[in-house]
Nanobody
């Protein structure tokens, strides 16, 4: 029903910036809570950021607060993750996800119905 495609990953030096994009198919994008998750090698998937259907409410894990910004453009069916002041510990595959029946901005992956293929972010020291 819904396809998500991430882009914008790459290799950057510590202190640098990247902006990830996630383009969604379908006509009901504005009804979804959207989130970003990440997974490093040998680690469990973890919540990074999420935002409400309107884009007016956001939630971030503590380690990225003040550095990352999640936003959405419902007219373009796209969600973004602006990442500044990147650290080596941010290195991971980043996934976007959509919750089609949201009760809140969930922080666990099992709440989300659709997932992208992931994009690699590597931060060198």
């Amino acid at each position: 029903q819904v396809q998500l495609v991430e882009s914008g990953g790459g290799l950057v030096q510590a202190g640098g910036s990247l902006r990830l994009s996630c383009a969604a198919s379908g006509r009901t994008f504005s009804s979804y809570v959207m989130g970003w998750f990440r997974q490093a090698p040998g680690k469990e998937r973890e919540f990074v950021a999420g935002l409400s259907r309107s884009g007016l409410t956001t939630n971030y894990r503590d380690s990225v607060k003040g550095r990352f910004t999640i936003s959405r453009d419902n007219a373009k069916n796209t969600v973004y993750l602006q990442m500044n002041s990147l650290k080596p510990e941010d290195t991971a595959v980043y996934y976007c996800a959509a919750d089609a029946a949201p009760l809140r901005i969930a922080v666990t992956g099992d709440a989300y119905d659709y997932w992208g293929q992931g994009t690699q972010v590597t931060v060198s020291s």
